[in-house]
């Protein structure tokens, strides 16, 4: 079947312009995280939903970062007046269920600029 | 904090060359491990896991790590790389059972000369 999907695959926006990403789970999958890949480093943990709620949001970096699952399954990150720090590539990943011994299936990522 | 550390940043091997990945991680309770790996141009795919048991796991494509429990380790290893083997990997862990989030080593690129 079709893996998870993110839209738009990229992204350039200017310094205080507010962006929105898209991440399509596999059907039938009911947790879904997001993370961050900056250059050189390996990804970075945001948020993770099960179902429609944020399960554990921790790893957000400040408040303008904010993502919603309003009908658990599209998940929606948004970030609030973009910083040249926010650029970096942005991973979706979803799993069967949560717990540990779910594989995380990846997306392709949407790599954000922000110039 | 827990964390995982990748040793290598670049590795660069000849075809037929035998692969060790270093790995090590932070945490005193129990733990799942991944190594996961992307192809250029491609997305993050599972190369293999561990959760309990047999501390030698296979996964795709001949790969193989250890887990030693005493050092915090799971290395990866392949007796003989071959040119398609030129990725990224890196090593994951998250905590048994509780949260599910993935806290990975910042990877090591392999470059496999044909």
């Known amino acids: 079947g079709a893996g998870v999907s993110q839209t738009p695959s990229n992204k350039v926006t200017e310094k205080g312009k507010y962006v929105e990403l898209r991440c399509d789970p596999i059907s039938g999958h009911t947790a879904l995280y997001w993370y961050r890949q900056s250059l050189g480093q390996g990804p970075e943990f945001l948020i993770y939903f099960q179902g429609t709620g944020a399960a554990d949001d921790s790893g957000l970096p400040n408040d303008r970062f904010f993502a919603v699952r309003p009908e658990g399954s599209v998940s929606t990150l948004k970030i609030q007046r973009t910083e040249r720090g926010d650029s970096a590539v942005y991973l979706c990943?979803?799993?069967?269920?949560?717990?540990?011994?779910?594989?995380?299936?990846f997306g392709p990522g949407t790599r954000l600029t922000v110039l | 904090a827990q964390s995982v550390s990748q040793h290598n940043h670049h590795v660069i091997l000849s075809e037929a060359a035998s692969l060790e990945l270093g790995c090590n991680y932070s945490y005193g309770g129990t733990v799942n491990l991944f190594w996961y790996v992307q192809y250029p141009g491609q997305h993050l795919q599972l190369l293999l896991k561990?959760?309990?048991?047999?501390?030698l796991v296979k996964g795709i494509k001949g790969f193989e790590a250890e887990f030693i429990k005493s050092k915090f380790s799971f290395n990866l290893r392949k007796p003989s790389v071959q040119w398609s083997d030129t990725a990224e990997y890196f090593c994951a862990v998250n905590l048994f059972q509780a949260g599910t989030a993935l806290i990975f080593g910042k990877g090591t690129t392999l470059s496999v000369s044909s």
């Open positions: 990943a979803s799993s069967l269920t949560s717990g540990g011994y779910n594989e995380q299936f």
């Open positions: 561990y959760f309990s048991g047999d501390p």
